[in-house]
C-alpha cells in the first residue's frame, strides 16, 4: 500500500509519533492506502512552518505576478496528472471517475483563477476634498487554516487555499480524514511547482481532540476557513473566537428546488436528478427538497422517477458509472437510518432504498409532513422529499421554512416570476433554470445555519487579506 504523508515545510514526512490510518475504498470496503495519522505535535508543527515561510520566507514579499507563475505552475502539474488525482477521490470516496474529472478540471480553475483575481484586482482609489488622498492596499493576513469536508476533496481544498496564496498568506490544509490522498499529492505538485518551503502545508488527521481543534485553538493562526457540518461550524466557531480570529464557515444545507408549472420539464428533470443524485447526492448545495407545482406534478415525477430509475450504479472507476456507494461506513449507516424512521414519520419511498455494499440507491420520498426528519434535517445523501404546491406564495413559504439557507433553485419560463421569486427566497446562490453553474467572482456562502461569510472573488480577497486605508497629504 502506497505511504501518503504530511508535507510540512516543502517536506513529505510520518507524524512525529509514527502513527499511521488506513484509508479504506468505499466500493471495495477494503484499505487502499496508508495515511500519516496526525496529532496536535504535528499541527503545531505545520502552523511554526507556515509561520516561519510568511513571516522569513519569500511568498509574501515575492509579489503578485511571481505567485501567480507558480500557481500556473502548479495547475499545469495538476492538469498533467489529473488521473491521479482524480483516481485519489474516487477511491477515497467513491465518487464516480468522471465526476473526479469534472472536479479535477473544477480545481484546477480554481488554482488559475485566483493566482490571476490577485494579480489583475484593483483597489479602490478615494480622492478627497481636503488636499488629502485615500486609498486601500491589501496585504495578506498571515497564517490561513483551511478545513475541508470529505465531499469534494480536492475540489473544496482548493477552493478555500488558492485564493489564500494568491493573496500571499501561508496555509494549514488539513483534509477530512477519509478523503486524505488528493490533498498529499496537491501539495506534492505545489513543490515540483517551485512553491517555496511552509507556503503550503498539508496534515492529516481527525478533527475533535486531535489535528483539527489543535488548529483552530492555536494562537499562532490568522485566519480559519471552514467547510463541513454546522454543528462541527459551531464547535469552530466558538474555538478561534478564543483569540478573535476570523473565520469563514460553509456549512450544511437542506436546497429547495421549485418546478412551476410552466418550466421547461425536460430541463427541469435535468437538474432536478442532477441536484440531488449527483455525488450520490452527498453535496452540501444538493436540491433535497423538491417542490412541484399540481398541474405539472404527475407529467414531471413520471419523467423524474424513470430518469432516477436509469442512473448506471456500479464501480465508481469505471467510467460509465453514474452513481457510487456512500463515503464511508460511517456516512452510510447515517443515511440509512432515514428509512428505518420514515414509515412513523409518515413518508412513503416511491423508488430507491438501501442497496447492497455501501449503496443507497437513488432514493424519492413522497407523503411526509412538512416536520418529518427527512424534510428537516440534512440527509447527505441520495434522498430527494418531493411536495406539490398550489401558489407561488405557498412555496415560497414552504421552501424558505428551513434553518438552512445554502441555494435554492427555480424552474419557470415566466421572467417575472424567476427575478421575484429569487429574490423572496432565503439562500446565498439561487439557480434559475440550472444548477451547479458557478462563476468564482460571486460570492459564495449561506444564510442562517447554512454559513457565515462569503468566499469568491474579492470577497475572497476581503477574508484572506488586512485591508488597509492609507491617507496621504498631497496639498500643505
Ligand atoms: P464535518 O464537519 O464532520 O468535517 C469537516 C472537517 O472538519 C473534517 O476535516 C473534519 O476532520 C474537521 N473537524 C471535525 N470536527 C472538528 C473540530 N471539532 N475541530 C476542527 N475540525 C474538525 O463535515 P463532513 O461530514 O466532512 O462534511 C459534510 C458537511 O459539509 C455537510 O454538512 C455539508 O453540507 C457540508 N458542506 C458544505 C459546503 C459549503 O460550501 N457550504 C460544501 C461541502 C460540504
Request: one cysteine or more.
Amino acid at each position: 500500500m502506497e505511504f501518503f504523508g504530511h508535507v510540512i515545510d516543502g517536506k513529505e514526512v510520518p507524524s512525529i509519533d509514527g502513527k499511521t490510518m488506513h484509508d479504506v475504498d468505499p466500493y471495495t470496503r477494503e484499505p487502499w492506502a496508508a495515511v500519516a495519522l496526525g496529532s496536535k505535535s504535528d499541527a503545531d508543527r505545520a502552523v511554526a512552518s507556515a509561520r516561519t515561510a510568511f513571516h522569513e520566507g519569500p511568498w509574501p514579499r515575492m509579489g503578485y505576478e511571481k505567485r501567480q507563475q507558480i500557481l500556473h505552475r502548479l495547475a499545469d502539474l495538476m492538469e498533467a496528472n489529473a488521473d491521479e488525482l482524480a483516481m485519489a477521490d474516487t477511491r477515497d470516496m467513491g465518487k464516480p471517475i468522471t465526476q473526479a474529472h469534472h472536479d479535477v478540471a473544477r480545481s484546477t480553475w480554481n488554482v488559475r483563477f485566483f493566482a490571476d483575481h490577485a494579480r489583475f484586482s484593483s483597489a479602490e482609489a478615494l480622492p478627497m476634498d481636503s488636499g488629502h488622498h485615500a486609498y486601500t492596499s491589501y496585504g495578506p493576513a498571515g497564517v490561513a487554516v483551511a478545513i475541508s469536508p470529505w465531499n469534494f476533496p480536492l475540489m473544496l481544498g482548493t477552493w478555500k487555499v488558492a485564493p489564500a496564496l494568491a493573496w500571499g498568506n501561508t496555509v494549514v490544509l488539513k483534509p477530512a480524514e477519509d478523503t486524505p490522498v488528493s490533498a498529499t499529492v496537491w501539495a506534492r505538485l505545489a513543490i515540483e511547482a517551485g512553491m517555496p518551503p511552509g507556503v503550503l502545508n498539508v496534515v492529516h488527521g481527525f478533527g475533535p481532540d486531535s489535528v483539527g481543534s489543535a488548529l483552530t485553538e492555536n494562537p499562532d493562526v490568522d485566519r480559519i476557513t471552514f467547510t463541513g457540518e454546522s454543528t462541527t461550524g459551531k464547535i469552530i466557531s466558538a474555538a478561534a473566537s478564543k483569540h478573535l480570529i476570523p473565520v469563514s464557515l460553509e456549512l450544511g444545507g437542506k436546497g429547495a428546488n421549485l418546478v412551476f408549472d410552466d418550466a421547461d420539464l425536460d430541463n427541469a428533470v435535468h437538474w432536478a436528478v442532477q441536484a440531488i443524485f449527483r455525488n450520490a447526492g452527498q453535496v452540501c448545495l444538493a436540491g433535497s427538497r423538491l417542490f412541484v407545482q399540481r398541474g405539472v406534478y404527475d407529467a414531471f415525477m413520471e419523467r423524474y422517477v424513470a430518469a432516477a430509475q436509469a442512473l448506471r450504479m456500479g464501480d465508481p472507476k469505471e467510467p460509465a458509472t453514474e452513481f457510487g456507494p456512500l463515503a464511508s461506513l460511517k456516512h452510510f449507516t447515517k443515511v440509512s437510518g432515514y428509512f428505518d424512521t420514515l414509515g412513523a414519520d409518515g413518508g412513503r419511498l416511491l423508488t430507491g432504498g438501501v442497496g447492497d455494499g455501501w449503496f443507497v440507491a437513488p432514493s424519492i420520498i413522497v407523503d411526509a409532513p412538512t416536520d418529518a426528519r427527512v424534510c428537516r434535517e440534512e440527509i447527505f445523501g441520495p434522498v430527494v422529499v418531493v411536495q406539490p404546491f398550489d401558489t407561488e406564495d405557498e412555496v415560497v413559504h414552504a421552501a424558505n421554512d428551513t434553518r438552512y439557507g445554502l441555494n435554492a433553485m427555480v424552474f419557470t419560463e415566466n421572467l417575472s416570476r424567476a427575478h421575484r421569486v429569487a429574490d423572496k427566497l432565503k439562500a446565498g446562490t439561487v439557480w434559475v433554470n440550472c444548477f451547479f453553474i458557478r462563476d468564482l467572482r460571486a460570492p459564495f456562502g449561506g444564510v442562517g445555519e447554512s454559513g457565515v461569510g462569503r468566499e469568491g472573488g474579492t470577497f475572497s480577497r476581503e477574508f484572506f487579506t488586512e485591508p488597509k486605508a492609507v491617507v496621504m497629504q498631497i496639498d500643505r
